[in-house]
Every structure is written in structure tokens, then in C-alpha cells.
């Protein structure tokens, strides 16, 4: 069985540009939620997506965007890079309402 | 709304040790509770969790957690500290109902001396 994957590993964007990371979800996980942790700060709540449509979304702002595809993998795009964007980008992915797992994350560097 | 705060962002114990993680929650439904594990440069990786059943929860790697209501907390303890749990730990909140996001607390950073 494969776990969460994400994509890539790490990445260095400059202010203004867009940026878009992946995740493939577990096998057989059909809900996959984005987190954001800020280094030495606990994740916090991006959104998260359940059957390709969203289905709740945290204190961030609409340049914060999300994909989930038929396969159940999705994609994080956040726009307009800002310096406060550097962070770890952490996706999970569950069976419907059942336990969250994690990927390793994508490493953010906004300059 | 939930939260979670972490007492302690840095605990030191010895090897052999008790390790004693504080956590205490806020939340205005009964919640799910969680503590998650993490090594550096990884992802999160579940202890343990209470989603209402025993309040005494046991987890992996010798950790458990009790959940005591009339003091919202949900300490993580660990009887014998081995050199190997030196990570970062994370306590975290959901609904029962709904998405389930976890609002998670700031972390403690546990470190094990020789």
C-alpha cells in the first residue's frame, strides 16, 4: 500500500510568482486536506477537498487554491507569492471523515 | 471555534525518564482528540487518538494519553524515555461532525538526554 506522496520536495519562488504543489493521495482515499505550518508554529488548516469539491476551508485568502482530479490526487496553487508563504505545505489524506494521514510535506521558500 | 495550547514548547528529560506532554483543549462539542509525532524534515505521524470511546487511550511506541473532560486536557506520557522519541509532538482537536479539520496546537519539542 502506498501513503501519501507529495511533490516536490522542495522548491524557491520569488515574491509575486505562483506556485503549485502536488499530493497523491493513500490508496482507497477519496478526502485529501491541505495544511500550512510556518516554521516553529503548528499546521494550520488550508482546506480540504472531498469528491473534487471542496468541503471546508480555513483563514486564508482566495489566492490559496485547490484541485482534487477524479484519481483523488490534488494540487495546492497559491498566487501572488508573498514572503509569509514560506512554510511547510503538509497534505493528508483520509477515507471520508475517518483518520487523516500524512504526506512529508513540500518545503517553501519564498524570497 | 477550537483550539489547543501546549504547555511547554521545550521539554528536557533524561533517558529512562517519565515523559509528561501538556496539552489542554477548548472546544464547544465533544471532540476528537489527537497527538501526532514529527522528525525532522518529515510529515506528522499519529500516536494516538480519542474519539470517545476508553478516556485512557494507548498509542504506538509506548505512548498513552488520558482525556479528562472536567480539566479539558489530554496529556501525552510516556513511562521510560528512549533516545529515539527526541521529536517534535503535536496535539490536535476536531469536530466529530463535519470535515474534521484538526486545529492543532503549537507543538513541544522533546528532547532526551543520555
Known amino acids: 500500500e502506498t501513503g501519501v506522496t507529495q511533490s516536490p520536495t522542495h522548491l524557491i519562488k520569488t515574491r509575486g510568482q505562483q506556485v503549485t504543489l502536488r499530493c497523491s493521495s493513500q490508496s482507497g482515499h477519496n478526502t485529501v486536506s491541505w495544511y500550512q505550518q510556518a516554521l516553529g508554529q503548528g499546521p494550520q488548516f488550508i482546506f480540504q477537498?472531498?469528491?473534487?469539491?471542496?468541503?471546508g476551508r480555513g483563514n486564508f485568502p482566495p489566492r490559496f487554491s485547490g484541485l482534487q482530479f477524479p484519481n483523488y490526487s490534488s494540487e495546492l496553487n497559491v498566487n501572488a507569492l508573498e514572503l509569509d508563504d514560506s512554510a511547510l505545505y503538509l497534505c493528508?489524506?483520509?477515507?471520508?471523515?475517518?483518520?487523516?494521514?500524512f504526506g512529508p510535506g513540500t518545503r517553501l521558500t519564498v524570497l | 471555534a477550537q483550539s489547543v495550547t501546549q504547555l511547554g514548547s521545550h521539554v528536557s528529560v533524561s533517558e529512562g525518564a517519565l515523559v509528561l506532554l501538556r496539552c489542554n483543549y477548548s472546544?464547544?462539542?465533544?471532540?476528537?482528540l489527537f497527538w501526532y509525532v514529527q522528525y525532522p524534515n518529515q510529515g506528522l505521524q499519529l500516536l494516538l487518538k480519542?474519539?470517545?470511546?476508553?478516556?485512557l487511550v494507548k498509542g504506538i511506541n509506548g505512548f498513552e494519553a488520558e482525556f479528562k473532560k472536567s480539566e479539558t486536557s489530554f496529556h501525552l506520557t510516556k513511562p521510560s524515555a528512549h533516545m529515539s522519541d527526541a521529536a517534535e509532538y503535536f496535539c490536535a482537536v476536531s469536530d466529530r461532525a463535519g470535515r474534521r479539520a484538526l486545529t492543532f496546537g503549537s507543538g513541544t519539542r522533546l528532547q532526551v538526554q543520555p
Open positions: 480519542y474519539t470517545s470511546a476508553a478516556t
Open positions: 493528508a489524506s483520509s477515507l471520508a471523515l475517518d483518520e487523516q494521514f
Open positions: 477537498y472531498y469528491r473534487e469539491e471542496e468541503n
Open positions: 472546544s464547544s462539542v465533544p471532540p476528537y
